[in-house]
C-alpha cells in the first residue's frame, strides 16, 4: 500500500498512478496539480502553511524528537501533522 504525492507534473502522475491502481493507493497528496487554480482554496493554503513550517527545519542540527515536537508544535491540524512525521 502507498500514499502518493506530487508538485506540478509530479502530481499529475501521483494522480494517475492511483486511478490506475486503486486497489494498492491509501492516498495521493497533490500541491499545485494545475490546470486549475486551487491556491485560493482554503485547503490550498493550509497544505501550503504546513509545508513551509517543515521547511523551515534544519533537520541536519536536529534528533528525530525534536523534529517531531517542532511539527506536533506547530502543525495545528494533527491528522497533517501526523502524515509530515
Known amino acids: 500500500m502507498v500514499t502518493m504525492g506530487g508538485h506540478g507534473f509530479g502530481a499529475k502522475v501521483a494522480l494517475a498512478s492511483a486511478?490506475?491502481?486503486?486497489?494498492r493507493t491509501t492516498g495521493v497528496i497533490n500541491l499545485e496539480g494545475g490546470p486549475l487554480d486551487h491556491?485560493?482554496?482554503?485547503a490550498y493554503?493550509?497544505?501550503k502553511s504546513?509545508?513551509?513550517?517543515?521547511?523551515?527545519?534544519?533537520?541536519?542540527?536536529m534528533e528525530m524528537s525534536q523534529a517531531v515536537k517542532h511539527i506536533n508544535d506547530n502543525i495545528s491540524c494533527k491528522k497533517w501533522a501526523k502524515i509530515f512525521i
Do not use: C, P, R, W
Open 19 to 23: 486511478i490506475n491502481n486503486m486497489n
Open 39 to 42: 491556491t485560493y482554496h482554503e
Open 50 to 61: 504546513y509545508v513551509a513550517i517543515a521547511n523551515k527545519m534544519d533537520i541536519s542540527k
Open 45 to 47: 493554503q493550509e497544505l
